[in-house]
């Protein structure tokens, strides 16, 4: 069973940054793919970003290209989100999510594991 543990989030005005942390119990072929959602309140869980631990693939949300990257520190199994000119309409749950494969990384349905959430809230 692989355990993710998200930090990081925190109340930023708009046009801040924060770097969110996830945190992974394990490397094995499960999490091949980390993946990060977030959820707003009466909003559905969406897709931002995604990467492999070798971070040779990324991939963005078109939402937040250019503002956030994705990136991963083998050494401390630990998946970070450096966002950058955060929006209020960006306040939300962010989830770090892991999954074997790149097939459909955008999709939450194909994640396996999950983080238990960190909020981040922007402030206009």
């Known amino acids: 069973q692989v355990h993710l543990v998200e930090s990081g989030g925190g109340l930023v005005q708009a046009g801040g940054s924060l770097r969110l942390s996830c945190a992974a119990s394990?490397?094995?072929?499960?999490?091949?793919?980390m993946g990060w959602f977030r959820q707003a309140p009466g909003k559905e869980r969406e897709f931002v970003a995604a990467?492999?631990?070798?971070?040779?693939?990324?991939y963005y949300a078109d939402s937040v290209k250019g503002r956030f990257t994705i990136s991963a520190d083998n050494a401390k199994n630990t998946v970070y989100l450096q966002m950058n000119s955060l929006k209020p309409e960006e306040s939300a749950v962010y989830y770090c999510?892991?999954?074997?494969?790149?097939?459909?990384?955008?999709?939450?349905?194909?994640?396996?594991?999950w983080g238990q959430g960190t909020q981040v809230t922007v402030s206009s």
């Open positions: 999510a892991a999954k074997g494969s790149w097939y459909q990384i955008q999709l939450q349905r194909n994640y396996d594991y």
């Open positions: 394990e490397r094995t072929f499960s999490t091949f793919a």
């Open positions: 990467t492999t631990w070798s971070g040779g693939i990324t």
